[in-house]
């Protein structure tokens, strides 16, 4: 009973069994394998067509609102009163399939959705009276001074008030590279405190900052549907009027009522409803294998008219993996493979993507072993200081 409650009120598990059955009903029905009393075909017509026409009418009686599901349970009903039944499953069928793909695809765009929930915070770390305790974060209140500590999610946007640190903040800039900041310079909720620790006064909290804002900015982009599609909901009220007035003069003319039916089901949508979301949802897929949050239905669509794209600065095309591909010695006594050595020796423990680059690419090219440094210090928002042969290594920002 349990497993039963459970499949009623999974309406896309549900969706998708109606689906496989109707197909194979309809397979059954085209190929004539048996020869039953009753058009297997209506199997489709129950699972797929009955939800529709029943749409069409609630719609119509609560809200008299046409929409194109008016169109399609119009043709349904006529095909099956003439004894169209293979036609009106088709029909059936094709119509659930594309609002199916069409659900997929506003699911596909939401999946970024729910990875920006995932950044959210739930606790932060307040400072009182100099005591520090662990509070929910949606508790933070304008003013309140909270400490963040390396590899901490920033709670809420905020100034900081002292200590000196890098940030992560791709979530919100796409920017590849930690942004150093210090004593005044402002920080997002959702950015990764990634080096110092650093104190901060709050300046946005729960829902007006900055995390939780775009969250709810791709939350509010209505699930639309793409403007092709949208038009037939749209025009649905002058196209049923056209259909039933092309449908009757049809019949007035050939006397032949399945002429007249066949006008209906040929203005049905199925086209728009079955071809657009699947390929709005193949470009969403794709897409997303590049990083790209696509949060609207019609948003691929628009892309289509764009002519000009405007790019910032900050490093939001790249792959994120710096390289070096030159080196300068400013002295003549240390050679630029002496001075990649010092210098990868120094960043040998360091965490930032620069010092990671630095050894990686003295590894591609030396096969010699790189020296340990006896001491390792890291500078926020500067760079690192290292020992290294005895000799102090300062490595970072001029």
């Known amino acids: 009973m349990d497993k039963m409650k459970e499949f009623l009120e999974d309406e896309d598990k549900r969706t998708v069994i109606f689906l496989i ?11 004539h394998i048996w020869n039953f009393k009753i058009d ?25 609102d046409i929409k194109a599901d008016v169109l399609v349970a119009v043709a349904l009903v006529a095909s099956v009163l003439i004894g169209e039944t293979f036609a009106a499953g088709e029909v059936a069928f094709i119509m659930t399939l594309g609002a199916l793909l069409e659900e997929r695809t506003v699911a596909k765009a ?19 009276d100099g005591i520090e305790s662990i509070i929910p974060a ?9 400490r963040v500590l390396p590899g901490e999610t920033i709670a809420v946007d905020g100034i900081i008030t002292s200590g000196q640190t890098s940030i992560n903040q791709s979530v919100m800039t796409g920017e590849s590279m930690p942004v150093d900041k210090g004593v005044g310079d402002e920080v997002f909720s959702g950015t990764v405190n990634q080096f110092g620790a650093f104190d901060m006064k709050a300046t946005k909290v729960d829902e007006d900052s900055s995390l939780k804002r775009m969250i709810k900015l791709v939350e509010s982009a209505d699930a639309s549907k793409a403007k092709i599609v949208g038009m037939a909901d749209k025009w649905a009220t002058w196209i049923v009027v056209i259909a039933l007035v092309s449908a009757a003069g049809t019949w007035f003319v050939t006397g032949e009522i399945i002429r007249a039916v066949t006008i209906l089901v040929v203005f049905c949508p199925c086209s728009l409803v079955l071809a657009t979301p699947t390929a709005i949802m193949a470009g969403i897929g794709n897409a997303t294998k590049h990083g790209i949050l696509v949060h609207e239905g019609d948003t691929l669509e628009r892309l289509a008219k ?19 591909v030159a080196i300068e010695s400013f002295d003549t ?21 620069l010092g990671k680059s630095i050894v990686s690419h003295f590894k591609t090219i030396s096969s010699h072993t790189l020296e340990d440094p006896q001491e390792f210090e890291l500078i926020a928002g500067r760079g ?11 490595a970072g920002n001029t």
Not at 138 to 146: A, F, G, H
Not at 333 to 353: D, G, M, V, W
């Open 384 to 394: 690192v200081k290292s020992i290294v042969s005895g000799n102090t290594i300062l």
């Open 40 to 64: 297997i075909a209506w199997l489709a017509i129950i699972l797929c067509g009955a939800p529709i026409v029943k749409g069409a009418i609630v719609g119509l009686v609560t809200e008299f």
């Open 306 to 324: 764009v002519r000009r794209i405007a790019f910032d600065k900050t490093g939001t095309l790249t792959y994120g993996k710096p390289d070096v």
């Open 110 to 128: 939401r999946e970024g959705i729910e990875k920006l929930v995932t950044l959210t915070p739930r606790t932060a770390r307040i400072v009182r």
């Open 333 to 353: 006594s240390i050679s630029s493979e002496k001075l990649l050595a010092i210098t990868a020796s120094a960043e040998l423990r360091s965490e930032h993507p």
């Open 21 to 31: 059955l109707s197909a194979f009903s309809l397979l059954i029905s085209f190929l």
């Open 138 to 146: 949606e508790e933070v209140k304008i003013s309140d001074i909270l």
